[in-house]
């Protein structure tokens, strides 16, 4: 009988529906991912930063998408200046449609070719035409000087080796 009249104790973080915490308690677990995260979260930002910073030029000073630069640099990097689409799509790390998409857009402009690769008519292959190497050739150097002024130039011949370090331990999961 005494155990039946015993109160029964509840842990606050306790409710209805465990998927959901209590509002105070969200916001004291969204406070302490901020200060745990604060220099993941800083790395974020400055990396949207340049990025932003470099799309802005490339649009505004030739008329590409940063994304269409980097299409025109994987094709001029690469023997005949071709690549199937599905390794494009892997090193650019799109979903398939948008990669389809936006080599669309980029087939319309004149800047590459796609047609069905020689060795598998099912694949499909990407060249770049006379027109994308000319839209590279002219965005090369303003490219490269704003990464240089941007981002090279701002570090010491200590703080690159440092970094490529820890990029390389980032990566690396045999370093980790």
Do not use: C, Y
Request: aromatic share 2%; no cysteine; charged share 25%.
């Amino acid at each position: 009988m005494a155990a039946s009249n015993k109160r029964q104790h509840t842990n606050p973080r306790q409710h209805a529906n465990p998927a959901q915490p209590p509002a105070a308690d969200l916001g004291a677990m969204v406070s302490g991912l901020l200060e745990e995260t604060a220099l993941w979260q800083s790395f974020l930002g400055t990396h949207r930063r340049l990025v932003e910073r470099l799309a802005e030029q490339m649009q505004t000073d030739h008329g590409l998408p940063l994304e269409w630069f980097d299409v025109l640099i994987h094709l001029a990097d690469e023997p005949g200046a071709r690549l199937r689409q599905r390794e494009l799509r892997d090193r650019m790390l799109l979903s398939e449609s948008g990669v389809s998409r936006m080599l669309a857009r980029m087939a319309a402009a004149g800047l590459l070719e796609r047609r069905p690769a020689d060795d598998d008519r099912r694949g499909v292959e990407i060249a770049l035409t006379d027109a994308g190497a000319q839209a590279l050739a002219a965005a090369l150097e303003s490219h490269r000087a704003l990464v240089t002024t941007s981002f090279t130039d701002r570090l010491t011949a200590t703080d690159r080796l440092a970094l490529e370090h820890i990029l390389a331990k980032l990566t690396d999961p045999a370093e980790g």
